[in-house]
Nanobody, 123 residues
Framework: QVQLVESGGGLVQAGGSLRLSCAPS????????MGWFRQTPGKEREFVAA????????LYKDSVKGRFTISRDNAKNTVYLQMNSLKPEDTAVYYC????????????????WGQGTQVTVSS
């Protein structure tokens, strides 16, 4: 069962930008912490960014700080990941997640996941 749907992925040249969106399917996530993770073949899924339900606190993987911005619009029940200055190393399938766990940088904090959207950054 898919409760989150990601969109906005695609192919972009290094240095370009993309904005990913994550929308619910059948429920409201305004009171959930939201996170973005990514995964490449042969590697574990890794934390990228997270935002509290109120939007007051954001956390980022060190390598994306200053380039990526996570935000949410609770009126639209949507979370975004703005990705600027993209690098080939950012190429991955990006997953949106929602949950009530306290350790929002860890997968275990999340109970709902999307199917992912592919981001490919060419050199």
């Amino acid at each position: 069962q898919v409760q989150l749907v990601e969109s906005g992925g695609g192919l972009v040249q290094a240095g370009g930008s993309l904005r990913l969106s994550c929308a619910p399917s059948g429920r409201t996530f305004s009171m959930y912490a939201m996170g973005w993770f990514r995964q490449t073949p042969g590697k574990e899924r890794e934390f990228v960014a997270a935002i509290t339900w109120s939007g007051g606190i954001t956390l980022y993987k060190d390598s994306v700080k200053g380039r990526f911005t996570i935000s949410r619009d609770n009126a639209k029940n949507t979370v975004y990941l703005q990705m600027n200055s993209l690098k080939p190393e950012d190429t991955a399938v990006y997953y949106c997640a929602a949950g009530h766990g306290l350790a929002v940088t860890r997968e275990s904090a999340y109970m709902y996941w999307g199917q992912g959207t592919q981001v490919t950054v060419s050199s």
